[in-house]
């Protein structure tokens, strides 16, 4: 069975950093494409990130673009996402998802659809 966990989530203040963890469990996704998503309370879950086959394809909602960072460590088989200079904005669940072919980056992976394998998410609240 396939398992996405997520960790790293919390409480920060405006200009904080914080570092999400995704552990993959059940399979290896070092030829997949992975993300992260966020949704905030009363809005759609976003696209925030994407990492591909090569660690320096690398993609971004233009809102974090400059303050985050995705990367991925295959041989853990695990993602991460690098937060900096957090904003209140920033505030939602973030969900890490793997996409389950294996093929790299398409425009198709900065939609919810693309992705196949999700996490249960991990809450980041930033204070003002």
């Known amino acids: 069975q396939v398992q996405l966990v997520e960790s790293g989530g919390g409480l920060v203040q405006a200009g904080d950093s914080l570092r999400l963890s995704c552990a993959a469990s059940?399979?290896?996704?070092?030829?997949?494409?992975m993300g992260w998503f966020r949704q905030a309370p009363g809005k759609e879950r976003e696209f925030v990130a994407a990492?591909?086959?090569?660690?320096?394809?690398?993609y971004y909602a233009s809102s974090v673009k400059g303050r985050f960072t995705i990367s991925r460590d295959n041989a853990k088989n695990t993602q991460y996402l690098q937060m900096n200079s957090l904003k209140p904005e920033d505030t939602a669940v973030y969900y890490c998802?793997?996409?389950?072919?294996?093929?790299?980056?398409?425009?198709?992976?900065?939609?919810?659809?693309?992705?196949?394998?999700w996490g249960q998410g991990t809450q980041v609240t930033v204070s003002s």
């Open positions: 990492i591909g086959w090569r660690s320096d394809s690398t």
């Open positions: 059940g399979r290896t996704f070092s030829r997949n494409v």
């Open positions: 998802a793997a996409d389950k072919e294996n093929r790299d980056f398409s425009v198709r992976n900065y939609a919810r659809g693309a992705y196949d394998y």
